[in-house]
């Protein structure tokens, strides 16, 4: 098993930023990849940014230029930093931790972006 701690959601004007932070724990592996995905009310959860322990990156369209993904493999620790909110931007965001195997999910952190 694999435990994800999130922190950092919050309310936040837009234009503002704010950052996101995941932490695993438990059986960890060496090659993974780690993501931040978000689901806004009635809608499907959809990736945000992803990135795999050798570095490779992937972003959703909509928060290319204003989102970062990045991690620190020695503590198995993933942000995404946030820039330029927008309410749209509104949901609650979720960690994944994907291995060759397995898939496993953070509780979720609400973000809220107001006009």
């Known amino acids: 098993q694999v435990k994800l701690v999130e922190s950092g959601g919050g309310l936040v004007q837009a234009g503002g930023s704010l950052r996101l932070s995941c932490a695993a724990s438990?059986?960890?592996?060496?090659?993974?990849?780690m993501a931040w995905y978000r689901q806004a009310p009635g809608k499907e959860r959809e990736l945000v940014a992803g990135m795999t322990s050798g570095g490779i990156t992937d972003y959703a369209d909509s928060v290319k230029g204003r989102f970062t993904i990045s991690r620190d493999n020695a503590q198995s620790t993933v942000y995404l930093q946030m820039n330029s909110l927008k309410p749209e931007d509104t949901a609650v965001y979720y960690c994944?931790?994907?291995?060759?195997?397995?898939?496993?999910w953070g509780q979720g952190t609400q973000v809220t972006v107001s006009s």
């Open positions: 438990g059986r960890t592996v060496a090659i993974n990849r």
């Open positions: 994944q931790y994907r291995t060759g195997i397995d898939d496993y």
